[in-house]
Structures are given as structure tokens and as C-alpha cells.
């Protein structure tokens, strides 16, 4: 029967070094569940307060062997994809739905003035048994040299930003308070 020889010496500074290890992480333990709130994160005594700490034992990082080591490529692909919304927050009125079209012009003389675009405003509205959209459109004309943009103002509406009308506005207040309907 053949005997190998065992270094003891190796396995006793193995062994302290792990013992000294555990302490160490017990009185943390300790510290975290037992300490006063006011220090359960706080550093080490023999830690400055303005350095982090890894908790990474210079005796375990020694010890460590790299046996196999793999270089790991990729390629990373950014698609990017652009889509024009018209507002963030709301849905396009189905396009289904009857158009009915005012065009709104600027009060001032455009005669010498170059149109450059349209803004464009569409709301829901109501008639008895039908919805539609109003569709006001509001061409925008550029002063000669430069001086500025010509549009007309926007015309008066219940709720200024909603896309709601008038005409369904006032159907949803006699549904809910006069005929008692549930929405």
C-alpha cells in the first residue's frame, strides 16, 4: 500500500485563512441584524466612509487558478425604427368614418404671400344616429422676405386639446345625467 505524502503546513494556512474568512463574515451578520439602524451600512471601522468595499479577500483572488479561458465575440445589430406618429398620446379617428371639411383662412390680405403648408385639426363629432369627423383646416402662408407665417386662429371649442366636439360632448352629458345611461 503506497502513501502520499499530505502537506499539512498548506491545509493549516488553507484552513486559517477560510476560519479568519467566516469571523469576518459573521460579525458583519451580526452588525447588519443586531446594530442600530443608523450603522447597518456603514463601512468597516478600519475602512475609510468614502471607500467602497468588494469584500474580495486578496488570499482568495492568490488562489484562484484559470484553467480554461474562452474569448467570447459578438456582433451588436441596432435597428432603428422611425415611425411618424401625429400626436403621442391619442389614436388616429378611424378612417372609415365620414370627413367633413372647413377650411378656416386668415383674416389678413395672403395675396403676396406664398402658402407653405396646412395645420390640420380633426374632432369626433355627433348627430342623432351618426358619428363623423370634422376636419378644419387652416392653410399656412409665408410672408414675402421672410417677415413671418400667416395662420388663421383656431376657432372656439369646449375643450381645447380634446378631440371631441361639441355635438358629442353634449350627447355623452344627456346619456349619462338625463337618460341615465351606463357608458
Not at 486578496?58 to 406618429?85: F, L, W
Not at 374632432?123 to 376636419?135: A, D, I
Not at 402662408?141 to 358629442?168: C, D, F, H, V, W
Amino acid at each position: 500500500m503506497m502513501q502520499t505524502a499530505v502537506d499539512y503546513k498548506i491545509k493549516y494556512e488553507e484552513a486559517l485563512a477560510e476560519i479568519a474568512s467566516l469571523k469576518y463574515q459573521l460579525t458583519e451578520l451580526k452588525r447588519l441584524i443586531y446594530g442600530s439602524k443608523q450603522e447597518r451600512f456603514m463601512p468597516s471601522p478600519g475602512v475609510s466612509a468614502s471607500q467602497l468595499t468588494l469584500d474580495i479577500q486578496a488570499e482568495t483572488v492568490a488562489q484562484c487558478n484559470i484553467i480554461d479561458a474562452k474569448k467570447i465575440e459578438y456582433t451588436r445589430i441596432h435597428k432603428e425604427i422611425v415611425e411618424k406618429k401625429s400626436h403621442w398620446g391619442r389614436m388616429k379617428l378611424p378612417e372609415h368614418l365620414e370627413r367633413r371639411e372647413k377650411i378656416i383662412e386668415p383674416a389678413e390680405d395672403v395675396t403676396e404671400c406664398k402658402k407653405i403648408g396646412e395645420e390640420i385639426t380633426e374632432e369626433l363629432e355627433y348627430e342623432p344616429g351618426k358619428l363623423f369627423v370634422n376636419k378644419i383646416i387652416r392653410p399656412k402662408y409665408a410672408r414675402q422676405n421672410n417677415e413671418g407665417i400667416i395662420t388663421a386662429p383656431m376657432m372656439e371649442r369646449p375643450l381645447p386639446k380634446a378631440i371631441a366636439g361639441a355635438g358629442l360632448l353634449t350627447q355623452i352629458v344627456i346619456d349619462k345625467y338625463v337618460d341615465h345611461r351606463v357608458l
